[in-house]
């Protein structure tokens, strides 16, 4: 029996902020509808198999697990994918039975080694999603379309060998390779794609990319391969590249003999049908954890690493709550202004210091000061903010999911404002929705007091008006 339709279109969560924000393609849009097909290219251990499991991850944990309402198939055709996703994400997400085999629907299979197998498998994970309740949605992921071979080359193959073991000469007609885009062009995108959609079902296929012989110096260099058919269905192609590996610290190793812990990411979409394609994102991901949502994010809204993937300066001293600049005249000014100027001048004197204080002795001496005096500490926050080191933010934000939505909204508007920035021309015909800019996103609201220091929920202002983003789940 067919599914309903449902007129809400569920929207799959890409496990990221920052990714759902770079498919979404329009304003309030987080993530990839259900049912379209995602293309993920890119370098050699660029991250594609990590952000396939991320994904189907993330959209397991959004629907609590659920086997009604989410189902999934990781079909790894390069036997490439070993990943303990149990430690990383807490499932499983190739569950191999002791025989080898894998569970799909009520049956059991291996992984696809013909593009034939799997148009089977699709088709089979497609009859068991339409069993599942009305609402579910799933995702099956090829990993990857380059190491599927097909009927014809593996009947050549045994045909080859019969050869060999009967002494005669090794010898076949060949397919010059058309036979595999020739089949998924005509027999499974074509019949596919409305049926992945119509079940809401995504199709996440990774790729590796060859090098284009005829680029000619300029243009696309790389290509993928298994014909056009994969360029003309897919609603959303990533191209992902690594810009730094990084190491213990999370930042960029400078010693070849450094340990490497995780990657700094560039993620691109080449294709997108959606109004904003051709964005781009830069991301963390770490071996023994996966895609750093939290420091992505803070990479992002304060802007601390370069395209390099290091720190810029200042990335140490980050100010989540708004207040004065802080620079060698407000301090002075401040210090004057709540009377312990004369203190800091003295200590200085002490010191063997001169008439004019620096700005890092005030510091150091206000950092003494407040161990015995946090009346005087308070005040420095009210008046200048609170300072965090981007550690102490990622784990504040881990200990408070208010904290975490908050990130959240402020990062959705920073993209959006970057979006609305861009100058938008009259429509040619009047009206329209591009006949005059979109409206600037408010500002965030000034927020009265820093998140508490002993371990108390972070409070937003105005909290009962505010609603916690969408996570595009």
């Given amino acids: 029996m067919a599914k309903e339709t449902v007129k809400k279109v569920p929207y799959m969560s890409m496990g990221s902020d920052l990714f759902n924000l770079l498919v979404g393609g329009d304003k309030g849009v987080m993530g990839l509808p259900y049912g379209a097909i995602l293309n993920l290219a890119g370098d050699k251990s660029s991250g594609k198999s990590f952000l396939k499991n991320e994904i189907i991850a993330a959209n397991y944990h959004a629907n609590h697990g659920d086997p009604d309402k989410f189902a999934w198939f990781s079909d790894d055709c390069e036997s490439g994918d070993t990943f303990n996703t149990e430690a990383l994400y807490g499932v499983?997400?190739?569950?191999?039975?002791?025989?080898?085999?894998?569970?799909?629907?009520?049956?059991?299979?291996?992984?696809?080694?013909?593009?034939?197998?799997?148009?089977?498998?699709?088709?089979?994970?497609?009859?068991?999603?339409?069993?599942?309740?009305?609402?579910?949605?799933?995702?099956?992921?090829?990993?990857?379309?380059?190491?599927?071979?097909?009927?014809?080359?593996?009947a050549m193959e045994g045909a080859r060998l019969g050869q060999l073991k009967t002494g005669n000469e090794v010898k076949d007609k060949?397919?010059?390779?058309?036979?595999?885009?020739?089949?998924?062009?005509?027999?499974?995108?074509?019949?596919?794609?409305?049926?992945?959609?119509?079940?809401?079902?995504?199709?996440?296929?990774?790729?590796?990319?060859?090098?284009?012989i005829d680029s000619m110096g300029y243009g696309q260099k790389w290509d993928v391969s298994c014909g056009k058919a994969l360029e003309f269905y897919s609603?959303?192609?990533?191209?992902?590249?690594?810009?730094?590996?990084?190491?213990?610290?999370?930042?960029p190793i400078t010693k070849s003999d450094d340990l490497v812990t995780g990657a700094y990411v560039k993620a691109t979409t080449f294709k997108s049908k959606t109004p904003r394609p051709y964005r781009t994102i830069y991301y963390t991901v770490y071996f023994n954890y996966g895609i750093d949502n939290i420091g992505s994010n803070l990479d992002f809204l304060f802007d601390l690493r370069g395209k390099d993937g290091k720190f810029v300066e200042g990335s140490d001293s980050i100010k989540w709550v708004e207040g004065h600049d802080l620079n060698k005249d407000t301090l002075a000014k401040w210090l004057t202004d709540v009377g312990v100027m004369d203190e800091v001048k003295a200590a200085n004197k002490a010191?063997?210091?001169?008439y004019q204080v620096s700005m890092k002795f005030q510091q150091e001496w206000l950092a003494e000061r407040f161990k015995t005096d946090p009346a005087l500490q308070e005040k420095y926050i009210a008046f200048f903010g609170r300072q965090y080191?981007?550690?102490?933010?990622?784990?504040?934000?881990?200990?408070?999911?208010?904290?975490?939505?908050?990130?959240?909204?402020?990062?959705?508007?920073?993209?959006?404002?970057?979006?609305?920035?861009?100058?938008?021309?009259?429509?040619?015909?009047?009206?329209?929705?591009?006949?005059?800019?979109?409206?600037?996103p408010a500002e965030p609201a000034p927020l009265a007091a820093a998140p508490a220091a002993d371990g108390e929920s972070w409070q937003a202002p105005n909290e009962e008006a505010e609603e916690t983003p969408d996570s595009g789940a």
């Fill in 351 to 354: 010191k063997g210091g001169n």
């Fill in 389 to 440: 080191t981007r550690d102490e933010l990622i784990r504040m934000c881990e200990s408070d999911p208010k904290m975490n939505a908050e990130l959240t909204r402020r990062v959705i508007a920073k993209w959006e404002a970057r979006e609305d920035s861009i100058p938008v021309r009259p429509s040619k015909y009047g009206g329209g929705r591009f006949a005059t800019p979109a409206p600037q």
């Fill in 92 to 154: 499983n997400i190739r569950p191999i039975d002791s025989d080898g085999y894998l569970r799909l629907g009520s049956k059991k299979v291996q992984d696809s080694a013909t593009v034939e197998d799997m148009d089977a498998h699709v088709s089979l994970f497609l009859e068991h999603l339409d069993k599942l309740d009305n609402d579910a949605v799933g995702i099956y992921a090829i990993d990857s379309l380059d190491g599927l071979s097909d009927a014809a080359k593996e």
């Fill in 235 to 251: 609603h959303t192609r990533i191209f992902l590249q690594t810009i730094a590996k990084l190491g213990v610290d999370g930042r």
């Fill in 174 to 212: 060949g397919d010059y390779g058309m036979q595999i885009p020739k089949f998924l062009s005509q027999n499974f995108f074509r019949p596919k794609h409305k049926k992945l959609e119509d079940a809401h079902c995504s199709l996440i296929i990774v790729s590796q990319i060859r090098d284009k």
